[in-house]
C-alpha cells in the first residue's frame, strides 16, 4: 500500500495490487481517497502500471521546474494525474480518480504538494516497489 499526502483535506491510497491473468501485464490496483467528508475508491486499470513510476522520476528529476502542467493517466482514465512546479520548489500534483460506470458517473480531485526534488524521489521509489511487487 502507498499513501500519498498526508495532510490537507484528503489522503489518498493505493492498494492491492493484482494482475488478472499471469499471462498478460494488465495490473490492476485499487485507489481510496479518504477525508472528514467520507471516502471514494474505484478500480485503476492499467498496463504494467503505465509508466506511473516513470512519469514521477521525470519529475523528481525536473526538480528546478518547468512551465506548465504535465499529465499522466493511465489506460482507462479512472486515475489521472497532473503535476505542476510552483515557486518555492514545491511540486503539487492533482490526482483524479473515476468511476467507470457510466450510470455512476463520478469524479474526485485532490492535490498533494511535495518538496521537489528528495521528496518526489522517494514518492516514485515507493510507487515503483508498489508496481513492482507483483511483477513477478
Aim: proline share 3%; with cysteine; charged share 25%.
Amino acid at each position: 500500500m502507498v499513501q500519498v499526502g498526508d495532510s490537507g483535506p484528503a489522503r489518498l491510497l493505493l492498494s492491492e495490487p493484482t494482475r488478472r491473468y499471469e499471462d498478460e501485464q494488465t495490473l490492476d490496483f485499487l485507489v481510496r481517497a479518504r477525508g472528514p467528508w467520507g471516502s471514494v475508491e474505484t478500480s485503476v486499470e492499467t498496463w504494467d502500471g503505465d509508466g506511473l513510476d516513470a512519469f514521477l522520476a521525470s519529475l523528481a528529476e525536473d526538480f528546478r521546474g518547468w512551465e506548465g502542467a504535465r499529465t499522466w493517466h493511465s489506460l482507462c482514465y479512472d486515475l489521472t494525474l497532473s503535476a505542476e512546479h510552483h515557486s518555492g520548489g514545491h511540486v503539487r500534483l492533482t490526482w483524479a480518480i473515476r468511476n467507470r460506470a457510466p450510470s455512476e458517473g463520478w469524479q474526485f480531485e485532490t492535490t498533494t504538494v511535495h518538496a521537489a526534488g528528495e521528496d518526489m524521489r522517494n514518492l516514485t521509489a515507493e510507487i515503483h516497489t508498489f508496481i513492482a511487487s507483483v511483477a513477478e
